[in-house]
């Protein structure tokens, strides 16, 4: 009997509905490491699994299927991202996974293939010339390690790396800001939070039910809370941002972590924190591929850890 061969379609919001139980049972599979190893989370979507991504722009989901069998999915959503003053139309390349027993038969490069074919098949995505992605990383590094050969991967270079945290908001609340780092300065590019995205506070959101980290050790989501105002934002600078957040999420979310992401670039914030004793759980790396005018090494990078 010949095996039948591997299919692609491309679904919106409106269309995912059959596939999202597949899509589910694919991502409970893939686990990150956190502290260094000593737990380990994997990422639930929900039960629509859209609209973490659909807030955040107009959301496509090209899947990889071999008869009604899912081995893998992409997601790209299509938004507008920051430098300075200056705005690109980007697609952020996202939720790429591939089931176990598929990985290594190159799917990963076909999907980006077939996704980049797509590029110029629907109208509104024609356009686009900034792309970007965030790999979480493991103990054997973020998705690159697997590439092999030539592949669209590789056209996108490390953008930066994203060092994250998970600290209970007392933690915040409690810092001494004598030497925390001044506020940030030179052009970032800014990669969110989206527009539509409502902040709380000095800044906070929660993505509860649209995607839950759900933790090995208690088979529970964290109850996260994401810092994910821009440095724009931090008026005061970080630290400043920082302890009033935990401050507010004490009262607010007092049972919470805190969930937020830092450029590795900017190595005095980083530092400031290790020093304060609150050294980063997890890391991820942004690859990004730039064709517009917003070309440049920016000096940071700001992507919200509730958009990763």
């Known amino acids: 009997m010949n095996t039948p061969s591997v299919r692609y379609v491309v679904l919106r919001p409106d269309t995912l509905g059959p ?157 001494d800001l004598t030497l925390a780092p001044k506020p940030v300065r030179g052009e970032g590019l800014v990669l969110g939070p989206a527009p539509d995205r409502r902040l709380d506070g000095a800044g906070w959101c929660t993505t509860s039910g649209s995607k839950d980290l759900q933790l090995r050790s208690t088979q529970k989501p964290w109850p996260l809370v994401h810092l994910a105002a821009p440095p724009s934002a931090w008026t005061h600078g970080w630290g400043h941002y920082l302890r009033t957040c935990g401050q507010e999420l004490t009262l607010h979310h007092p049972e919470s972590l805190a969930c937020f992401a830092i450029d590795e670039l900017l190595a005095d914030h980083v530092a400031w924190l290790q020093a304060v004793g609150l050294p980063p759980d997890a890391a991820c790396t942004v690859y990004s591929l730039d064709l517009t005018r917003l070309k440049g090494t920016p000096a940071w990078v700001h992507l919200p850890s509730s958009e990763i």
Not at 26 to 38: Q, T, V
């Open 19 to 175: 596939y999202v139980e597949r899509l589910r049972l694919l991502e409970r599979g893939i686990e990150y490491p956190i502290a260094d190893g000593a737990d380990h989370f994997f990422i639930d979507h929900g039960p629509h699994y859209h609209p973490f991504f659909s807030s955040m722009g107009e959301a496509y989901f090209l899947l990889a299927l071999r008869g009604e069998e899912l081995l893998g999915s992409v997601t790209g959503v299509s938004r507008q991202v920051f430098r300075g003053t200056r705005s690109a139309q980007a697609l952020y390349i996202c939720d790429l996974k591939v089931a176990p027993h598929a990985r290594g038969t190159g799917l990963a490069r076909r999907l980006i293939l077939q996704g980049l074919t797509h590029l110029f098949r629907i109208p509104a995505l024609r356009g686009t010339r900034f792309f970007y992605g965030a790999a979480m990383r493991g103990a054997r590094g973020d998705v690159m390690h697997t590439v092999r050969g030539w592949n669209p991967l590789r056209m996108g270079r490390p953008q930066s790396r994203l060092a994250l945290y998970f600290v209970p908001p007392a933690r915040l609340a409690a810092l």
